[in-house]
């Protein structure tokens, strides 16, 4: 089975950067599409976007796009998320998650990882 482990998780000032990183336990990692996900206790989850199992096409939600990146390294087994301008609103559990539909729907995606917490605070 699947498994996958992020890093990169941390406090950081708001403004600031990070780069989490999603690694798989296997080399089929190329063979899924990769989304990212983030949840604050008692809300609801919240897709941030995916990558194509190529790394070819990416979507993101609306609000995030454009401060939120998604790359993969399939050669790595890893997938990337890059957040930029963090605000204090971005503080959250961070998992990644792999699927075989480009859907940013958190139901189609079949393994997941535990997560990371990232806490945006001066």
């Known amino acids: 089975q699947l498994q996958l482990v992020e890093s990169g998780g941390g406090l950081v000032q708001p403004g600031g950067s990070l780069r989490l990183s999603c690694v798989a336990s296997e080399s089929t990692l190329d063979r899924y599409v990769i989304g990212w996900f983030r949840q604050v206790p008692g809300k609801d989850r919240e897709s941030i976007g995916y990558i194509s199992s190529s790394g070819d096409d990416t979507t993101y939600v609306h609000s995030l796009k454009g401060r939120f990146a998604i790359s993969r390294d399939n050669a790595k087994n890893t997938v990337y998320l890059q957040m930029n301008s963090l605000k204090p609103e971005d503080t959250a559990v961070y998992s990644c998650?792999?699927?075989?539909?480009?859907?940013?729907?958190?139901?189609?995606?079949?393994?997941w990882g535990q997560g990371t917490q990232v806490t945006v605070s001066s």
């Open positions: 998650a792999a699927g075989n539909y480009p859907l940013v729907s958190d139901w189609a995606y079949e393994y």
